[in-house]
């Protein structure tokens, strides 16, 4: 599920957005344009409300911080479910240009998977 945040918006709108995750079962969020350079309430909302936080496995998160808060920042998320497939650091498909707009993980099991999560990106990094 592709969510764009278009910022980050009242706790109460949140909270119901990450509950609507877990009642849909949903194994991957990417989370556009929150616009956030800290990470950690993303992750603590996301795991106490969508996967439970403590209950065993944690979900698995990977940013693209944006430069600012008026715009960028993608989070992909994992379910524990299926997180423990997720390959560590693997960085070949995140954004060179340090804007935070593209990141990616990559799910190894019979095949290899790559999520990408993407808001904006510019055409100067294919030259």
Known sequence: MSLNMGGWEEELERNTL???LARTKTMVAIIIDHRQTKTDGIEYEMK???T???KGREAKFKHAKPNKTTTGGITVTVHPIIAR???ANITKYDDPGGWGRWTSVVIHSKTKT???GTYGPAERYHR
């Open 18 to 20: 990450w509950n609507m």
């Open 48 to 50: 106490s409300q969508w």
């Open 52 to 54: 439970g936080a403590g």
């Open 85 to 87: 497939h997720m390959a």
């Open 114 to 116: 790559v999520i990408i």
